[in-house]
C-alpha cells in the first residue's frame, strides 16, 4: 500500500510560482513512476507531468510545457512539481500518483495506470 500527501498548494497572482511536494510512505517509492494530474470544478482530470522512477526522464501536457517542472528525490520519498509563469487557468486542485504496477519504463499520461493517489492540494491563480 502506498500513501501520498501532497502540499504547497495555495493562493498565487498570475504571473507567480509555487512549489508542490508530494510525499510518499513506502519502501518502493524509489522504483515508481510519478504523475501529477489537476481537476478543475466541471471539467475531468487532466494529466499534467510524469516522471520517471530515477527522475531522469519526464513528459508534459502542451499547456504547462515551459513552465511547469518535475522532480524527485528518492532519499525523502518526495516527488515535486515547480510551477512558474502561473495563469488564472491553472487553478485546479493538483493531485499526485504513483505507477506502481506496470511492467517497462514508459511514462503514461492516462490516470487509469496510476494505482494510488493522493486527496490533491488546491491552487488558485488571480488574475
Known amino acids: 500500500q502506498v500513501q501520498l500527501l501532497e502540499s504547497g498548494g495555495g493562493l498565487v497572482q498570475a504571473g507567480g510560482s509555487l512549489r508542490l511536494s508530494c510525499a510518499a510512505s513506502?519502501?518502493?517509492?524509489?522504483?515508481?513512476?510519478m504523475g501529477w494530474f489537476r481537476q478543475a470544478p466541471g471539467k475531468e482530470r487532466e494529466f499534467i507531468a510524469a516522471?520517471?522512477?530515477?527522475?531522469?526522464?519526464?513528459i508534459y501536457a502542451d499547456p504547462v510545457k515551459g513552465r511547469f517542472t518535475a522532480s524527485r528525490d528518492n532519499a525523502k520519498n518526495t516527488v515535486y512539481l515547480q510551477m512558474s509563469s502561473l495563469k488564472p487557468e491553472d487553478t485546479a486542485v493538483y493531485h499526485c500518483?504513483?505507477?506502481?504496477?506496470?511492467?517497462?519504463?514508459?511514462?503514461?499520461?492516462?490516470?487509469?495506470?496510476?494505482?494510488?493517489w493522493g486527496q490533491g492540494t488546491q491552487v488558485t491563480v488571480s488574475s
Open positions: 516522471i520517471s522512477w530515477g527522475g531522469g526522464n519526464t
Open positions: 500518483a504513483a505507477d506502481a504496477a506496470r511492467l517497462g519504463t514508459d511514462l503514461s499520461r492516462d490516470p487509469e495506470e496510476y494505482e494510488y
Open positions: 513506502g519502501r518502493s517509492f524509489s522504483s515508481y513512476r
